[in-house]
Structure formats: structure tokens, C-alpha cells
């Protein structure tokens, strides 16, 4: 019996997986499109319709989905009283309901780039990190996740290696007394502002290269007090 019971349990979990990895997916297709999205935009309705065409012809798992494709929630009732009707006698019918009431109201379900879970974002839809605590180390994927975002940063963008390459060695200065540290915040802001002027494109890179070499250079005939 508990076997019995943990094979559904694990049925339904491929079940809501695969349905929700699939509504990604559909997302991620359509959205490679916005111009056909904005003119003529994808309606929850015509979502559902996709995922049941897409499970009729993969049937997914097997029999019991092909007996209830989820617009057979909007059966045909007797208007104008009911508009919905549904029958939910199983866990799978509680997930198919709430996997319909998700997409009809258009809630934003993601995957989380650090565990890959699934997470709906609270704040900003554009989140890319969940919230959900990473094992017992007492952080969260959407704190580690700006960490990663910023070495990922770093890693692909030469003007930020640059940027981050001369706050080390400033850093580093300052630290052998060859920088004070108020010279070291004021540098860090100009740096950080000429940072953002480059990426913006109105600051030729090689000048920025060439303001940071120079920095290094002049920095101490900047201080002839300091002897
Ligand atoms: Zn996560």
C-alpha cells in the first residue's frame, strides 16, 4: 500500500515537472518572438490548448492525462450560472486545477539558475534566483545568485575584468600605505563612474585602460605632503 501510494506520489511529481518544464519551455519559444507577441499576444487559453496538442501527441507518462486534457476544465456547462466546471477527485485532477488557475491568471512560474527548482518571483519577474535556502549553509540562491551574476559579469565583460583587475591593485596599494584610504574611496568612485560611462559607450575603452594605467602612475606626485 505504501508502495502503492509512493509510486502515484512519484508519478505525479515527473507529471508536474515535465507540465511545467513544457510551459517554460512554450515561454522561452514565444518569447524568442516579441514582436509577433506584442501584436498578436499568446492568451492563457491558447497556452493550455498548446500543452494539451503537445501531450496528445507525446503522451506524456501515460492514459490517465489523455482522459483529462486540461481544457476540459472549460467543458461545456449550462449558462449563464457556471463558466467552469471541475471535477477534482485525485492529486493529479489538485495539480491540473492549479496548473490551469496558474497559467489562466498569469502567474510567472521560473527555474532557479543556482538549484534548479521551480520558484515563482515575489518582487521583480525578471528574478532569476529563488529564495529557498541552499542546504544548511544559511544562504539563499538569490544571494548567491548576485555573486554569480557578478563573476559572471566579470568573467564575459573586459571593461568589468579591467575595473575589477585595478580595485585589487588599488586595494593592494593602499593596504602598503602607498594610498590613503580616502584617496582609495575617491579613486574607487571615479573608477566606478568611468566604469559605467564604458559600458554605456561613452567612454572609448582604450581611454578607460589608459585613465586606470595613469591613475596608478600619478598617484603619488598627487601628494607631495605624504614624504
Ligand atoms: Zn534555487
Given at each position: 500500500?505504501?508502495?502503492?501510494?509512493?509510486?502515484?506520489?512519484?508519478?505525479?511529481?515527473?507529471?508536474?515537472?515535465?507540465?511545467?518544464?513544457?510551459?517554460?519551455?512554450?515561454?522561452?519559444?514565444?518569447?524568442?518572438?516579441?514582436?509577433?507577441?506584442?501584436?498578436?499576444?499568446?492568451?492563457?487559453?491558447?497556452?493550455?490548448?498548446?500543452?494539451?496538442?503537445?501531450?496528445?501527441?507525446?503522451?506524456?507518462?501515460?492514459?490517465?492525462?489523455?482522459?483529462?486534457?486540461?481544457?476540459?476544465?472549460?467543458?461545456?456547462?449550462?449558462?449563464?450560472?457556471?463558466?467552469?466546471?471541475?471535477?477534482?477527485?485525485?492529486?493529479?485532477?489538485l495539480f491540473r486545477f492549479e496548473f490551469v488557475k496558474m497559467i489562466e491568471?498569469?502567474?510567472?512560474?521560473?527555474?532557479?539558475k543556482n538549484c534548479g527548482r521551480f520558484f515563482v518571483p515575489n518582487h521583480?519577474?525578471?528574478?532569476?534566483?529563488?529564495?529557498?535556502?541552499?542546504?544548511?549553509?544559511?544562504?539563499?540562491?538569490?544571494?548567491?545568485?548576485?555573486?554569480?551574476?557578478?563573476?559572471?559579469?566579470?568573467?564575459?565583460?573586459?571593461?568589468?575584468?579591467?575595473?575589477?583587475?585595478n580595485c585589487r591593485r588599488q586595494n593592494s596599494r593602499t593596504r602598503a600605505?602607498?594610498?590613503?584610504?580616502?584617496?582609495?574611496?575617491?579613486?574607487?568612485?571615479?573608477?566606478?563612474?568611468?566604469?559605467?560611462?564604458?559600458?554605456?559607450?561613452?567612454?572609448?575603452?582604450?581611454?578607460?585602460?589608459?585613465?586606470?594605467?595613469?591613475?596608478?602612475?600619478?598617484?603619488?606626485?598627487?601628494?607631495?605632503?605624504?614624504?
Amino acid at each position: 500500500m505504501v508502495k502503492k501510494l509512493s509510486d502515484e506520489f512519484r508519478r505525479l511529481q515527473d507529471f508536474a515537472t515535465n507540465q511545467i518544464n513544457l510551459l517554460l519551455n512554450f515561454r522561452e519559444v514565444i518569447s524568442r518572438y516579441p514582436e509577433a507577441e506584442a501584436k498578436n499576444p499568446t492568451s492563457p487559453m491558447e497556452l493550455l490548448y498548446l500543452l494539451d496538442e503537445y501531450n496528445r501527441e507525446k503522451a506524456f507518462g501515460g492514459y490517465f492525462y489523455l482522459e483529462k486534457p486540461f481544457k476540459s476544465f472549460y467543458g461545456v456547462t449550462k449558462p449563464p450560472e457556471v463558466a467552469e466546471l471541475y471535477e477534482i477527485d485525485s492529486i493529479t485532477d489538485l495539480f491540473r486545477f492549479e496548473f490551469v488557475k496558474m497559467i489562466e491568471r498569469e502567474v510567472r512560474i521560473k527555474k532557479c539558475k543556482n538549484c534548479g527548482r521551480f520558484f515563482v518571483p515575489n518582487h521583480r519577474q525578471d528574478a532569476e534566483y529563488g529564495d529557498r535556502f541552499i542546504g544548511d549553509t544559511g544562504k539563499r540562491c538569490s544571494e548567491v545568485g548576485v555573486m554569480l551574476r557578478y563573476e559572471r559579469k566579470v568573467a564575459s565583460d573586459p571593461v568589468w575584468e579591467v575595473y575589477k583587475r585595478n580595485c585589487r591593485r588599488q586595494n593592494s596599494r593602499t593596504r602598503a600605505k602607498k594610498m590613503t584610504q580616502t584617496e582609495f574611496l575617491q579613486w574607487s568612485e571615479q573608477a566606478a563612474g568611468k566604469r559605467d560611462e564604458c559600458l554605456s559607450g561613452t567612454l572609448p575603452f582604450d581611454d578607460y585602460v589608459a585613465w586606470l594605467e595613469q591613475g596608478r602612475i600619478r598617484k603619488p606626485r598627487n601628494k607631495p605632503n605624504a614624504k
